[in-house]
């Protein structure tokens, strides 16, 4: 899922049983990271295959930090996404 917020694109997955928010657009060429294939607790972008660990934002096969990672939660049935403010 994409979420929109204060002009930050997050894409929203839930993985394995488990939340992850990152930045939604690729680094490589803005790609939509949301529309991504999951597999193995990283996220593939549609465009050009970059891919990204969920947990952490690194890019996958240099383990290079490149997109922000956001706490999320879950409370009766309701997804939290702490933003910065």
Do not use: F
């Amino acid at each position: 899922m994409e979420v929109v917020s204060n002009g930050e694109v997050i894409a929203v997955y839930r993985h394995a049983n488990v939340l992850y928010a990152i930045d939604g657009v690729c680094m490589h060429q803005g790609g939509p990271l949301a529309r991504g294939r999951l597999a193995d607790g990283t996220v593939t972008c549609p465009w050009h295959g970059w891919q990204y660990e969920l947990a952490t934002g690194n890019h996958a096969p240099t383990c290079k930090p490149m997109l922000k990672t956001y706490k999320i939660q879950e409370s009766d049935g309701v997804i939290e996404i702490d933003l910065p403010i």
